[in-house]
């Protein structure tokens, strides 16, 4: 981890709430290049546009990709506060992002270690790898959220 991994983690957590306040599960990401300009941001929005595609990190590499003009992110690190599921650590090696740092662990999904690690196969693309930044934040942000959902209402579900 280096010094900077925390101050873009926190950029990352701000699009995580933004995902909140609009009733999506709290994820956040971010891209920076190699001078430390953020590219490109992303947060869940599955709900909102009723597709599953949208997680965080595809959102931030498809934006990432369109305003570089090109679909190798080799310079760039992206931040994200829950660790990649198989689908966006996939679209990290296509994009050839150069490092990845998250938050904290996903033990349903993980693509990192937690339920398996991608980056163990011999893929085409290998990169650095940092997972447990601002953890407990990333964390605490996601069981806040799902406690608030378990309060609402069922709906017009008959729960007889």
Request: with cysteine; net charge positive; proline share 3%.
């Amino acid at each position: 981890m280096i010094k900077d991994d925390i101050f873009y983690m926190k950029r990352a957590l701000v699009r995580a709430r933004a995902a909140a306040k609009q009733g999506e599960v709290p994820i956040g990401a971010i891209i920076v290049d190699k001078n430390g300009n953020v590219v490109s941001t992303g947060r869940n929005m599955r709900e909102s546009k009723r597709n599953a595609l949208h997680h965080a990190e595809i959102i931030a590499i498809d934006r990432a990709c369109k305003k570089l003009g090109a679909w190798r992110l080799t310079d760039c690190t992206l931040y994200v506060t829950m660790e990649p599921c198989p689908m966006c650590a996939g679209a990290i090696v296509n994009s050839r992002i150069k490092r990845v740092v998250y938050g904290c662990f996903d033990k349903k999904a993980g693509a990192y270690g937690s339920v398996f690690n991608l980056h163990e196969y011999p893929l085409n693309h290998k990169y650095q790898i940092v997972g447990g930044v601002m953890e407990s934040e990333c964390a605490a942000i996601l069981s806040d959220f799902f406690a608030e959902l378990r309060k609402r209402p069922k709906g017009n579900k008959n729960e007889n």
